[in-house]
């Protein structure tokens, strides 16, 4: 007893499995596309990303100019007056032999994140910290030393 479809109804089947898959991923991007451009930042970004993107624009910002520092104002994903907090650990520890830069950010709050991405942008020359209970922005100080750009003070 042969338990498969004959041959062209299994290409039947083939081509209606084919048009689901198509439905479902087009569905998928449509969802993606809307929670993306919602009101409420993007859906696929935490805090700490956001934080190593205002970096990223920041660094391209004063490498470009002419200017020795800059100041990158921060605001969470979050509500306005939302508490949080940001960590910056060191680029580099005490006693580390090689010279990849380690350091890794972490922003709390509702859609709190960490990252290293922020890595091959700028140079943490000391651990960093700054807590703000009632929310509101931080300011990042960037310094530009020769080809370096350093975060040097978090307010």
């Given at each position: 007893m042969n338990l498969w479809p004959h041959p062209h109804r299994r290409t039947e089947i083939a081509a209606a499995v084919a048009r689901h898959r198509y439905r479902i991923v087009s569905i998928a991007a449509v969802v993606l596309a809307l929670l993306s451009s919602s009101g409420c930042g993007n859906a696929l970004e935490d805090n700490?990303?956001?934080?190593?993107?205002?970096?990223?624009?920041?660094s391209?910002?004063?490498?470009?100019?002419?200017?020795?520092?800059?100041?990158?104002?921060?605001?969470?994903?979050?509500?306005?007056?939302?508490?949080?907090?940001?960590?910056?650990?060191?680029?580099?520890?005490?006693?580390?032999?090689?010279n990849i830069w380690g350091s890794y950010l972490v922003v709390s709050g509702r859609t709190s994140g960490g990252t290293s991405y922020h890595n091959r942008l700028v140079f943490v020359p000391q651990r960093l910290y700054l807590k703000k209970d009632q929310g509101g922005s931080t300011?990042?100080?960037?310094?530009?030393?020769?080809?370096?750009?350093?975060?040097?003070?978090?307010r």
């Amino acid at each position: 007893m042969n338990l498969w479809p004959h041959p062209h109804r299994r290409t039947e089947i083939a081509a209606a499995v084919a048009r689901h898959r198509y439905r479902i991923v087009s569905i998928a991007a449509v969802v993606l596309a809307l929670l993306s451009s919602s009101g409420c930042g993007n859906a696929l970004e935490d805090n700490g990303t956001h934080l190593a993107y205002a970096l990223e624009k920041g660094s391209q910002q004063l490498r470009a100019s002419a200017a020795s520092e800059l100041v990158v104002r921060y605001e969470t994903l979050d509500k306005h007056d939302d508490p949080y907090y940001v960590e910056i650990t060191p680029s580099v520890t005490a006693g580390q032999t090689s010279n990849i830069w380690g350091s890794y950010l972490v922003v709390s709050g509702r859609t709190s994140g960490g990252t290293s991405y922020h890595n091959r942008l700028v140079f943490v020359p000391q651990r960093l910290y700054l807590k703000k209970d009632q929310g509101g922005s931080t300011e990042l100080v960037l310094r530009k030393d020769g080809d370096r750009i350093s975060v040097v003070e978090l307010r």
